[in-house]
């Protein structure tokens, strides 16, 4: 009896084990959703956005983080993945300049500038 015990109670750990590692590593993994949401609010913590930029951006962001994702499946050499990358970069600056006004767009490069 003290064996079936031990055995279910292993078991019964391992199975824990196993959800809370498949937990942390969904978290990791965020959708593109999530991280055009979340840099939507930085975004907008930095230079105040209407809610009609907040949605225009969000949509913008989101474009970016699926062709990101899209672009780290694909078996391509690490040339015209950083190729990809800068393609993808211009695409959300130019859509940041026809969205923000002169005055936040202005404010945006500087805090890329003292990121870097």
């Given at each position: 009896m003290k064996k079936y015990i031990s055995l279910f109670s292993f078991m019964a750990l391992f199975f824990v084990g196993v959800q809370f590692s498949a937990?942390?590593?969904?978290e990791r993994q965020q959708s593109p959703e999530a991280?055009?949401?979340e840099k939507t609010y930085k975004l907008h913590e930095l230079v105040t956005l209407t809610g009609d930029q907040q949605g225009q951006i969000f949509r913008v962001l989101v474009d970016a983080e699926q062709n990101m994702s899209e672009l780290k499946k694909k078996d391509i050499s690490d040339k015209f993945r950083q190729e990809g990358v800068k393609t993808i970069n211009l695409r959300v600056e130019e859509g940041f300049k026809k969205i923000l006004s002169p005055s936040q767009y202005k404010m945006y490069e500087t805090s890329l500038e003292v990121k870097k």
């Open positions: 937990a942390q590593s969904s991280i055009a949401k």
